[in-house]
């Protein structure tokens, strides 16, 4: 390398190159590029992000749409006990929420016993008979994408049911796969780490810290 470049390509392939390059100039390449840990884990990927946003819509959709049904139906009962819960919210839109399924299905209060299993049985028809019409036919659902996503998400409402505690854990589904994304993301930065450090991929000269280029000039297929 002459004393005036700063980089020398040495060859071109498939779209890769082989350069040497000044090492004060690959460090301050590195220092430039390089994203510290903390700011990865501030960066949630989309993906990740929309799925916990989908999640929590979940449940005061499928509930909202439970309780129009029931009324259809004409589950008096189960309508009144739907609609006694939906009254009580203070919010703006007074959206069911997940604590209203988890209360459904937790302790059974001595005086609604009666009325409280059967919304729990009829929740379960809703489900398996209702429950993906409602997201078929729902105009405001307008991406097939997301259709299905609805409709997944009947498959993980019913399996909630067979859980000793249903629902309870329901939302830390969407933090479960960030976790999995997050671990997978890191496994792949050790093996990257790991291949570069091999003394197969780069061997250490200390007399000539350029030697390597050369070596992978040669190995370079």
């Known amino acids: 390398m002459q004393d005036d470049q700063t980089y020398q390509i040495l060859k071109k392939c498939n779209g890769k190159v082989i350069i040497q390059i000044d090492e004060q100039l690959l460090n301050a390449i590195n220092t430039h590029f390089t994203i510290k840990p903390q700011q990865v884990e501030k ?3 989309y993906q990740i992000k929309k799925q916990h946003n989908f999640q929590r819509r979940i449940v005061p959709f499928f509930m909202n749409q ?7 139906m004409g589950y008096k009962q189960v309508d009144g006990y739907l609609r006694g819960i939906h009254k009580k919210k203070t919010s703006k839109q007074q959206k069911f929420e ?4 988890k209360k459904l299905f937790g302790v059974i209060n001595p005086r609604t016993k009666k009325i409280q299993m059967e919304t729990q049985h009829k929740w379960i028809e809703f489900l398996s008979v209702k429950a993906e019409i409602c997201v078929l036919v729902n105009n ?12 997944q998400a009947i498959e993980n409402l019913k399996d ?19 976790s999995n994304n997050s671990l ?11 291949e570069y450090s091999s003394g197969e991929y780069a061997p250490t000269y200390k007399n000539n810290p350029y030697h390597y280029l ?3 000039y040669n190995n370079y297929d």
């Open 98 to 101: 997940l604590g209203d399924l």
């Open 184 to 194: 997978f993301e890191e496994s792949k930065e050790i093996s990257i780490k790991e």
């Open 160 to 178: 909630e049911l067979k859980k000793e505690q249903p629902y309870d854990k329901f939302l830390s589904l969407c933090k479960k796969e960030e």
């Open 66 to 72: 439970f309780m129009h049904w029931a009324e259809e």
């Open 140 to 151: 405001k659902i307008k991406d097939q994408e997301t259709k299905q996503m609805y409709i």
């Open 43 to 45: 960066e949630v990927p």
């Open 214 to 216: 050369s070596y992978a």
